[in-house]
């Protein structure tokens, strides 16, 4: 990630405010636009301009933003073609399997319906970041709205393709709600274990637990572990399909407390 660097922060109430700022050009990219004024903030004190919004979905408080930020700083807002029409200041318009370039930075398109109809993930290839907003959480998955659970599988698990020290943003802090679900189906898995114990921890202090690793996640992230035999059992669903485990896992966890 030569000449990048990134700046986190919680903005609304558990949203993700992400800024990723190449130093070589000036060029400065929010993920989303939940809050205008944190990400002002934010920019002004570290001195940067923003040149990009990468909007993954229309969900309000992923775009209430846009307008006030595009007044103000002159960018351009990119996001997903099939929800254009919903998504304020919209100039360009990318697709699943698209690649084009920031700053002379490669960036794919990953098409993730489920949580919306037309949810997109960025991909900075060379740099092994994915922002996958509402699509994969820490530990967990967005909840299915407009899409099918099927879709959602697929959606998550694309993601398994890619190298497991890839940085994963997410679009919300659920990260110690979905460590409790992930161990309430697979309570004998070790790395969950360990894994949840130090989200207690952090968030204890008030601290943040993304982004999280396309490895962690293969780990302790229930949606990417179908396949895993006390996930099945636990359920019930032994001869089940992944697709099948994946849409109760996600029924259960709506409902859980």
């Not at 396309?214 to 019930?236: A, F, H």
Request: proline share 4%.
């Amino acid at each position: 990630m030569a000449n990048l660097e990134l700046h986190q922060f919680i903005c609304r109430s558990d949203n993700y405010g992400v800024l990723v700022h190449d130093s070589r050009t000036g060029t400065t990219i929010s993920i989303d636009a939940p809050d205008a004024a944190a990400i002002a903030d934010n920019l002004k004190k570290r001195g940067w301009q923003l040149t990009h919004i990468l909007t993954t979905h229309h969900h309000e408080d992923h775009v209430a933003g846009n307008l006030e930020l595009k007044e103000h700083f002159g960018c351009t807002i990119i996001g997903p073609e099939k929800e254009k029409e919903k998504i304020p200041g919209i100039r360009k318009t990318v697709k699943g399997g698209d690649v084009f370039e920031i700053a002379q930075r490669k960036m794919r398109v990953f098409a993730c319906p489920g949580h919306t109809a037309g949810h997109v993930a960025y991909q900075f290839i060379d740099d092994y970041l994915l922002f996958a907003a509402d699509t994969l959480f820490a530990m967990g998955c967005g909840r299915v709205f407009e899409g099918t659970m099927e879709e959602m599988f697929h959606s998550v698990n694309q993601f398994r393709s890619l190298q497991p020290m890839t940085s994963v943003y997410c679009g919300h802090e659920y990260t110690e709600a979905n460590a409790k679900f992930a161990l309430s189906v697979e309570p004998g898995n070790k790395a969950l274990q360990m894994r949840a114990a130090a989200v207690r921890v952090l968030r204890a202090q008030d601290k943040m637990t993304c982004p999280t690793t396309i490895g962690e996640e293969l780990k302790t992230n229930p949606y990417l572990r179908c396949d895993s035999p006390e996930i099945r059992k636990i359920l019930g669903m032994e001869q089940a399909t992944d697709v099948e485990v994946f849409a109760e896992l996600r029924t259960r966890k709506n409902n859980f407390k």
